[in-house]
């Protein structure tokens, strides 16, 4: 059982930047891939980046390559979503998932998910 508090969300202005961070309790939290996922409003939720479980792998959607960049510290257990450059369409609630065996973009794969932190970009 992995459970995950995302923290970091707020308001920023269009060009900024804002770091998210991911807690996760139990000890194999090691052993998980990790996702960071958006929704905003009206639409479904997508895939922004993944980590492999050691942290060596990673993956991003098209639309943040360059601009966020997703990091695990497995002796702290967290993991982070370096969010720059931002623009007023990455407006969105950020979740943090955890998949016990799958190193993927799906959201359906991921078994443990976080309960969101509000981004909110102004133009």
């Known amino acids: 059982q992995v459970q995950l508090v995302e923290s970091g969300g707020g308001l920023v202005q269009a060009g900024g930047s804002l770091r998210l961070s991911c807690a996760a309790s139990?000890?194999?939290?090691?052993?998980?891939?990790m996702g960071w996922f958006r929704q905003a409003p009206g639409k479904e939720r997508e895939f922004v980046a993944a980590?492999?479980?050691?942290?060596?792998?990673?993956l991003s959607a098209d639309s943040v390559k360059g601009r966020f960049t997703i990091s695990r510290d497995n002796a702290k257990n967290t993991v982070s979503l370096q969010m720059n450059s931002l623009k007023p369409e990455d407006t969105a609630v950020y979740y943090c998932?955890?998949?016990?065996?799958?190193?993927?973009?799906?959201?359906?794969?991921?078994?443990?998910w976080g309960q969101g932190t509000q981004v909110t970009v102004s133009s």
């Open positions: 998932a955890a998949s016990e065996n799958r190193f993927t973009t799906t959201p359906a794969l991921y078994d443990y």
């Open positions: 139990g000890r194999t939290f090691s052993r998980h891939a």
């Open positions: 980590i492999s479980w050691s942290g060596g792998s990673t």
